[in-house]
């Protein structure tokens, strides 16, 4: 079947102005995570979603960013007011449970101007 | 929270040698610790994982072996060849109420010299 998808691939933006990320999972998996992942660097948690819930936001860098997940399958990543640091790829994975091993989208590359 | 740490940050390996990747966790509810690997420019892959309740797992040239009472884990990678070159993350499974977190080490560069 289909791996995790993300879209768009890249987006370009002005400061100010708000983006959404979309993560599509594979299918019947009931864990979705956000990472972002800056030039040269590891993987930031960012979010996680176990069905539409999520039970850890703490990763969430501050309250522009914010994310939903509804019918248990495709999440939105929102960045309100970005910001030059916000510039990264951010990478979405899903897994079967959350004990389970992750499986990443392509990613989503930000380049805010 | 737990927090992983990676070395080498960099290794550098002759076609053919081993190489072998560090990494040690805080969290001692920790139990579930995957291994990825990203190439420039695309995503990370999962290419081994190994749980609480084992010490060592091997997949044709790759192994990770795991001590629990010291904390740390690691990868093997035996025969090395130039498509091996990347960037490995190790990464480790938070308990307790973060469970279900994923938190990754730094990353080595790993480069595989023909």
């Known amino acids: 079947g289909a791996g995790v998808s993300q879209s768009p691939s890249n987006k370009v933006t002005e400061k100010g102005k708000d983006v959404e990320l979309r993560c599509d999972p594979i299918?019947?998996?009931?864990?979705l995570y956000w990472y972002r992942q800056s030039l040269g660097q590891g993987l930031e948690f960012l979010i996680y979603?176990?069905?539409?819930?999520?039970?850890?936001k703490s990763g969430l860098p501050s309250d522009r960013f914010s994310a939903e997940r509804t019918g248990g399958s495709v999440s939105t990543l929102t960045i309100q007011r970005t910001q030059q640091e916000d510039s990264a790829v951010y990478l979405c994975?899903?897994?079967?449970?959350?004990?389970?091993?992750?499986?990443f989208g392509p990613g989503t590359r930000l380049t805010v101007l | 929270g737990e927090n992983v740490e990676q070395h080498p940050s960099t290794l550098s390996v002759q076609e053919g040698d081993s190489a072998v990747i560090k990494c040690t966790y805080s969290?001692?509810?920790?139990?579930?610790f995957p291994w990825y690997k990203q190439e420039l420019g695309k995503r990370p892959q999962l290419i081994i994982d190994?749980?609480?309740?084992?010490g060592e797992k091997k997949d044709q040239r790759i192994a990770v072996t795991l001590n629990k009472t010291a904390k740390h884990f690691s990868l093997h990678i035996t025969e090395t060849q130039p498509e091996d070159s990347a960037v490995y993350f190790c990464?480790?499974?938070?308990?307790?109420?973060?469970?279900?977190?994923?938190?990754f080490g730094q990353g080595t560069i790993l480069t595989v010299h023909p």
């Open positions: 190994i749980r609480s309740n084992v």
């Open positions: 969290d001692s509810a920790s139990n579930y």
């Open positions: 990464a480790a499974l938070a308990g307790g109420t973060s469970y279900g977190k994923l938190t």
């Open positions: 994975a899903s897994s079967l449970a959350r004990s389970g091993g992750q499986f």
């Open positions: 299918s019947g998996h009931t864990a």
């Open positions: 979603f176990q069905g539409n819930s999520a039970p850890d």
